[in-house]
Each structure stands twice: as C-alpha cells, then as structure tokens.
C-alpha cells in the first residue's frame, strides 16, 4: 500500500515562529487531506488539497502531487495551533484514507 | 448542523464483553467509514461502506463487525473485546463529486478501554 511519511515527529516552537511540516507519500494520490487534532483529541479538517496552494488565514498548505509531496505552513504560532498534525492521502475511488504518523507541534507562550 | 456525531464518548468493557459503537451523519454522504486510533499513531481503516447497503474491510478488520443501518447510520460491533481493542475509535463520512473524492468528516471519537 501507499506509504506515508511525516516530518519532523515533533517541534517546538516559541509564539509567533513560522514553520514547515513535511508530507511525503509513495506513490500518486487521488486526493489530499491535512488534519489538525487538538488536545482535546478532535480532528480538525484543515485542507483538502490535491495540488496547488491554497490558504486559511495563517495557515497554507500546497501539494505538489507530480513529485508526490505536501507541505503545510504554520506563521505567526500561537498556543492554540499545539497538537498534532496530520497528512492523510486518499488511495483509491472510495475515498479511504492512509494517514502518516502525524507531527506533534508544541508552541511555548 | 451536527455533521458527524458518535455515541458513546467514552466506554470501560471486561474482556470478552460485547459491545456496539453508533455513528450517525447528517450531511447526505453515501460514504461512512470506522478508523482507529492507537497511542502515538495515525488512524487506520477498519471498515468502511461506500454506499448504503454495502461494507468492506479496511486494514485493520479483525475483531469487528459493521452494519450500514441506512444511508445515515453506519455501527461497529466488538462480539468479544479484547485488551488489544482498547483505542479511541473514530468515524467519518464523505461524499464524491464526479472522480474526485470529496472530503472525510470526523466524528469526535468514543475512548474505549477494555479490561
């Protein structure tokens, strides 16, 4: 099956720090999806995004499928944004999902 | 506007006990799927149903059951819990738009602990 790998595992970060996680997957994709799950364990839907660049106030994410990688940007963090991020690629026409094993943000005050 | 809601949130079963997880959607998706969650992990597919009437294995389906109730409802059942069960579990639905799959929703997840 498709694999999907995550970068970095985990990632600390000082209020108002910018950064980038990494999203690589193994083989093409129908279609891509970047999830947010706080600390209270609720998956968040961030971007849906099979190419291209899109953006959701500080966060953007861009997909470029050709060379089979996403890459999500976080700027100006807050406390708020802590918990863990995933990548999640749908494999097939059903729709299933193969997550990776998502980055653990947290952002210091 | 509710989207995707699982009972219960949190459950404690014996080893052995029996047990059903409900999920319900009210989005008019045709497709539903059950994922879970183990410690420091992504989520995996147990089950899924890409329409009403229809269910198939994920990667992870031993141990478990699943009924597509009707085009909302969509229920796992552990006949025999096992240690090895306990996780958080999750479901989800999405809709398609031509070939192109449309986003998955998430429930809120059911803790489940098995003893």
């Known amino acids: 099956g498709i694999q999907v790998e995550q970068s970095p595992p985990d990632l600390i970060l000082q209020e108002g720090a910018n950064s980038t996680l990494r999203c690589n997957f193994s083989?093409?994709?129908?279609?891509l999806q970047w999830f947010h799950q706080n600390p209270w364990g609720q998956l968040i839907n961030l971007f849906y995004?099979?190419?291209g660049t899109k953006q959701n106030g500080r966060l953007s994410a861009t997909t470029v499928a050709t060379e089979r990688y996403s890459l999500l940007y976080i700027s100006s963090s807050q406390t708020t944004d802590s918990g863990v991020y995933f990548c999640?690629?749908?494999?097939?026409?059903?729709?299933?999902?193969?997550f990776g094993a998502g980055t653990q943000v947290v952002v210091t005050p | 506007n509710a989207g995707v809601t699982q009972t219960p949130k949190f459950q404690v079963l014996k080893t052995g006990q029996s047990m059903t997880l409900q999920c319900a959607q009210d989005?008019?998706?045709?497709?539903m799927y059950w994922y879970r969650q183990d410690p420091g992990m992504g989520l995996r597919l147990i089950y899924y149903?890409?329409?009403?009437?229809?269910?198939d294995k994920g990667e992870v389906p031993n141990g478990y059951n699943v009924s597509r109730l009707n085009k909302r409802e969509f229920s796992l059942r552990l006949e025999s819990a096992a240690p090895s069960q306990t996780s958080v579990y999750f479901c989800?639905?999405?809709?398609?738009?031509?070939?192109?799959?449309?986003?998955?929703?998430f429930g809120d997840g059911t803790r489940l602990s098995i003893l």
């Open positions: 149903s890409a329409s009403e009437g229809t269910t």
């Open positions: 989800a639905s999405s809709g398609v738009t031509g070939v192109r799959n449309q986003p998955q929703h």
């Open positions: 995004i099979p190419s």
């Open positions: 083989d093409s994709v129908n279609n």
């Open positions: 999640a690629v749908h494999t097939d026409s059903w729709g299933k999902l193969q």
């Open positions: 989005m008019n998706h045709n497709s």
